[in-house]
């Protein structure tokens, strides 16, 4: 995805300030926490990381980094066993992570972790130099800036459209909607968000952001009243683009869940291409 070092960096630091540091520890003491941050030290410089972030059904690892100067060392299982017991700590029932579909060695620890794959999730990169094209507009939709009172009937559509067993581990929230003012402020995060309504009601959502930390925009969730509509998907990706050409966004990235592949030949015709796919795993803590 094309990480800026110095940037993530900064963002750590960011998270580490007194003012954050605050929230973060009055969060964890009402059992709602934000994020844990875990790193292996050795005299003074930091050679693996994992981070878990929170939802109400469970915790979700990302980042997780060693050092190639000591890897096969135990280190990595190290860091996973300190993300589960956090996630126990604070009660949830599942640990999440994804990873990528050909990194073998990782997945095989994984597996004798006791974790497996419950989907996939393709990224999808659009070449810089394709024309934007998603299709022609459909007048049967009209498409307006995301407002807060949105956020409900948005998480309700987002759900609707998941299998059973990922929505059960981890639902869309109508806060994953609103703007995350702690992430964005730690992240220096650009963002605006749309929706496609029809008939009065909401038929589609998307957003585009961008951050310093990543040489690429991002557009997700791509939301879509079930079953999807090119139509709807076009609008929305039209709208999404075009924002982040204004930006002057290297190129964008965009996540296309496996439920959600009917949508694939729209995005390719708006010049996306497959870059690689993510396993997510889970690992289910009270059976372990």
Known sequence: MGLNPDQVEGILRRLQSWPVRLLLGLAAAIHRPLIKIFVLEEGGKILGIAMVSFSPGAAQIGGLTVDTSIRRRGHAQELMKACESIGQRYRRPYLILDVLSNNTPAIRLYEKLRYRTIRDVHWMTRIPTQPIDAGTPNRQYSLRPFRPADAKETANLANAAMPPSVKMMIPFRAKD???????????????????????????????????????????????????????????????????????????????????????????????????FCLHTMALNIGAT
């Not at 963002?191 to 961008?210: C, H, M, N, Q, T």
């Not at 939301?223 to 139509?231: E, F, H």
Request: aromatic letters at 6%; glycine letters at 8%.
């Open 177 to 275: 909607f609103r703007s995350a003012g702690l992430s964005r402020q730690a992240g220096r995060v650009d963002a605006a968000s749309w929706v496609l309504e029809s008939g009065g009601k909401i038929a589609g959502f998307v957003k585009a952001f961008v951050s310093p930390a990543v040489a690429a925009a991002q557009i997700g969730p791509l939301v879509l009243a079930q079953p999807a509509d090119t139509d709807a998907c076009g609008a929305l990706l039209r709208t999404a683009l075009a924002w982040c050409v204004e930006r002057r966004a290297p190129r964008v990235i965009l996540a296309l869940p496996e439920h959600l592949d009917e949508l694939r030949p729209t995005l390719e015709r708006a010049g996306f291409a497959e870059s």
